[in-house]
């Protein structure tokens, strides 16, 4: 079965600066979809970034970058010019790729809470 | 538009008592989704739905009941509620199965 492990519980950024937030995933699988999501203070999840596996090239999306080393199982999300909006909690998702049974589901991290300071 | 609507916000139970989220979406997704959020541990899968009249179990469904009559509508059931099942429960929506999926804003359930 596949997992998702955010090993930073916590993160703190200044404003302005630029902040990496961790990701690993554990698979035997050799294509499937990655996600970022983030959940500010009012709880409702919200897309940031989307990354397929069989795409060499990182995704971006404005401020938010990945970097997706998928030797290294690793998925780290990237957010430049940090704002106070950005403040929340982020999850780490991995979906296969496969939609039998309960593949094609997402598997969720348990998140990082990543506070900017002004 | 609205997106996905969650009903109600907030509601504390007693241990035995049972209770409906409700859940709708005015994106005409054929896939829904009820996640459970526990402090610390993430967003486990309940049930999700593949379109109206089909639903699935997910990583964690002891205890919960869903239907999918239309394809608008996605109400969590619970039976005999205990204790365990205090969590904030999260409803979302997608067009394509695990795709960019439309959270719900939320209901916070205490079961004391």
């Not at chain 1, 009012?42 to 795409?55: D, F, T």
């Not at chain 2, 009249?53 to 509620?81: C, H, M, Q, W």
């Amino acid at each position: 079965a596949q997992t998702v492990t955010q090993s930073q519980p916590e993160m703190s950024v200044q404003e302005a600066e630029t902040v990496t937030l961790s990701c690993t995933y554990d698979t035997s699988e050799s294509d499937y979809y990655l996600f970022w999501y983030k959940q500010p203070p009012s709880r409702q999840m919200i897309l940031v970034i989307r990354q397929e596996a069989y795409k060499q090239q990182n995704a971006t999306e404005n401020r938010f970058s990945v970097n997706f080393q998928k030797a290294a199982k690793s998925f780290s999300l990237k957010i430049s010019d940090s704002q106070l909006g950005d403040a929340a909690m982020y999850f780490c998702a991995y979906r296969s790729v496969e939609y039998g049974g309960s593949q094609g589901n997402l598997i969720f991290g348990k998140g990082t809470k990543l506070s900017v300071k002004p | 538009n609205a997106g996905v609507t969650q009903t109600p916000k907030f509601r504390i139970l007693k241990i035995g008592q049972s209770m409906t989220l409700q859940c709708a979406q005015d994106m005409n997704h054929n896939y829904m989704y009820w996640y459970r959020q526990d402090p610390g541990m993430g967003l486990k899968l309940i049930y999700y739905s593949v379109g109206a009249g089909i639903t699935d179990k997910g990583e964690v469904p002891n205890g919960y009941n869903v239907s999918r009559s239309t394809t608008e509508d996605f109400p969590l059931r619970l039976e005999l509620a205990a204790p365990s099942q205090t969590s904030v429960y999260f409803c979302a929506s997608s067009t394509r199965r695990g795709e960019k999926l439309f959270f719900g804003s939320g209901t916070q359930l205490s079961v004391l």
